[in-house]
């Protein structure tokens, strides 16, 4: 979600009021991934690099999080959706992660939406942390690639079929580096608080029209509808 401080400082407010409004955004997304039945949303909405910002950005950052998970509980509450943080949110304000917690708990056994907010989030700090907890669990063994899956943050977000970036840089900024290996990419110029339901929606359907083949010669997974079934077929096809 990138762009928010590029958006406000064109309209000369200061970068923080486009990170209220990219906010504003996060909700209908989040919204539209529910309605079209999306089994994974992943927002990376603070990664660990952003840890150099001015003090003063980190902390409207972290306040909009916590605002959010206050509106938006009942809403994920009554949609099945199942809340999660990826990544290292020990710096949250305690009310803050206490928020989190709560919300993490009570959908813990949601089966909707796996909405995840990749928050104070590095995707090579998360490799490192799989192998050393594989390293822990199982001495002098050799790693294979299933083992890694497992002992990630999130294991069961799988591999992901689309990452969408916003804000006109073609970078993946440390995001899901293991999970990315076969992803579509669609990158737009379009500022994150100018993204709309509209804009997502003609996304995926631009890239179920792209066909996969993870790397063999014949189609083995084709996005037609939507999503989730390139996803189902692509775990068909590891068995
Ligand atoms: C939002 O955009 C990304 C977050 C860290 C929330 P930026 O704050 O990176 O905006 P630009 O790239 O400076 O425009
Ligand atoms: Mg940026």
Redesign the pocket.
């Known amino acids: 979600?990138?762009?928010?401080?590029?958006?406000a400082?064109q309209r000369s407010h200061p970068?923080v009021w486009?990170?209220v409004r990219?906010s504003a955004v996060v909700s209908t997304i989040v919204e539209e991934a529910d309605n079209l039945g999306i089994e994974a949303l992943t927002m990376?909405?603070?990664?660990s690099e952003?840890w150099s910002?001015p003090q003063t950005?980190v902390r409207v950052?972290f306040n909009l999080l916590f605002k959010f998970l206050k509106k938006e509980r009942e809403r994920i509450l009554k949609n099945n959706i199942r809340f999660r943080i990826m990544g290292d949110v020990s710096n949250l304000p305690e009310q803050t992660k206490k928020l989190i917690a709560q919300l993490e708990g009570e959908t813990a056994h949601h089966t909707g939406l796996k909405l995840t907010f990749a928050f104070g989030y590095g995707a090579r700090s998360e490799i490192a942390y799989a192998v050393n907890r594989f390293m822990k669990a199982n001495p002098g063994k050799e790693m294979s690639e299933d083992d890694l899956n497992e002992f990630l943050m999130i294991p069961d977000l799988g591999d992901v079929d689309l990452l969408i970036r916003t804000?006109g840089?073609h970078r993946v900024s440390n995001f899901m580096l293991w999970q990315i290996a076969y992803a579509e990419m669609f990158f737009t110029e379009t500022?994150?608080p100018d993204f709309t339901v509209t804009e997502f929606r003609f996304i995926i359907e631009q890239v179920a029209k792209r066909e996969r083949r993870f790397g063999a010669i014949a189609p083995t997974a084709n996005l037609e509808t939507n999503v989730i079934v390139a996803r189902e077929n692509q775990r068909l096809i590891r068995g």
């Open positions: 979600m990138d762009g928010n401080g590029r958006w400082k970068r486009g990170h990219g990376y909405a603070f990664s952003n910002r950005e950052l804000g840089d500022k994150w």
